[in-house]
């Protein structure tokens, strides 16, 4: 009897091994898709932050944390993904909060436009990253699709088995480990793509320019957030805006009305490119939608001024193995910028 009892629990553990190193394999390991990466990566250097950046692409693209320490002292990550959508920024910021304090939390409004959960393959490549917690659940449930079931994500295995038959070297070469891809959060884009006629075209005319009632209620819910935990929401619009990515006036309005209703700062960037210095025929990569290196930098130290002078951030105190780190990651930034 002993005997059989041990036989059942090895061969249960044998299958148990056996379909987690399937699920293992057959996932998406995002070896041609960077973004897929960013919000997995946030736990290696989780903690002692000065200020934490929620948001899109809009955020990873356009501020460099090295930049932000190298010149101010500032310590920053960004937890950034692509289209992430605001309720998936309030649970990110959620999570962030049981591991570190941060005493400004920043975040990017363009995501506001959405009221309704877009595409899988976006909400895959925000809620896989992140580690199992009530926060985590708390994104799934309020991110799915229509199509889309909680079990899936509980067991990739049943949402990615088809991929048994399409396996890349690249299953093989990243299946315990991922290639790190960001500095801080910050996705280098080191290509030069000037501005087009086309980045400058104008957003259709919409039917209503109501920004949607759910996305406002998630921005609500995460000012409160940041006010439980001690910590100042401060919103920003990046400086891009293209037919692509257009930021409305009458959207831009709305978001000023309920930071001076809420007491919140809100910087809006777009009208400000010159003061920033940018200069859209060498500082974005695609024609004027993203910001490259060279511009995220010329952002970076405009907003770290900003963070310095109006948000208490000046002269912040950190431990000599915080120093040391940050010496650590300022070298890979610029060890990869140089290359």
Known sequence: MKKRVIITVCASLAVVLILAFLQSLVVPKYADNREGLLVGEYYAEAGGHDVIFVGDCEVYESFVPAVLWEKYGISSYIRGSSQQLVWQSYYLLEETFEYESPSVVVFNVLALKYGEPQREAYNRMTLDGMRWSSSKIGAIRASMTEEESLVDYVFPLLRFHSRITELSVDDFAYLFDRPKVSHSGYLMQKGIDPMDGDATEEGRELLDYTLPETSMEYLEKMRALCAE?????????????????????????????????????????????EEIGIDYTTDTYDKGVHLNVYGAEKMTEYFGRILEEKHGLADVSHTEAQAAEWRTRVDEYYKERNR
């Open 229 to 273: 935990n001690g910590a100042e929401l401060v919103l920003i619009k990046a400086p891009t805006n293209s037919w692509r990515y257009w930021w409305y006036d009458e959207w831009d309005a709305q978001v000023v009305k309920y930071a001076e209703e809420k007491g919140l700062a809100y910087y809006n960037f777009i009208d400000e490119t």
